[in-house]
């Protein structure tokens, strides 16, 4: 136990900092898990999830508990699987080549031609 005044408040907030992380980080648990839940049971709710991941991931990386790259990561990866579950089979799109413009040839211009170079008299 601290004796120094300082130290003593800072214990305290320490204690009140730590329970405030564990709470963040306990919603962010919850909430992936109900979005991965949502996927895997084929819930039709799972854009209202995949919105309610993203905040939580947000609000860990506003509250300091979760570095933004990592978090930009999950967000990424949430993504991709709502929308890969929000496509059934059937409608799922083909990757189609881009279409070419058909565009008339260009008029080339001739080459312009530099004049010899002079010799320099010795």
């Known amino acids: 136990m601290p004796i120094i005044k300082s130290a003593k408040k800072r214990v305290r907030t320490a204690e009140k900092a730590a329970i405030r992380n564990s709470k963040t980080k306990r919603n962010l648990r919850t909430a992936l898990k109900a979005f991965h839940s949502a996927i895997i049971g084929g819930d039709k709710d799972v854009a209202a999830k ?53 565009t008339a040839p260009k008029a080339t211009k001739p080459a312009a031609k530099k004049p010899a170079a002079k010799k320099a008299a010795k």
């Open 50 to 102: 995949h919105s309610e991941t993203q905040s939580t991931l947000d609000t860990a990386v506003k509250k300091g508990v979760m570095h933004k790259n990592k978090a930009a990561r999950l967000k990424s990866q949430a993504a991709a699987k709502a929308k890969a579950a929000s496509l059934n089979p059937v409608e799922k799109p083909v990757k189609k080549a881009p279409a070419k413009k058909a």
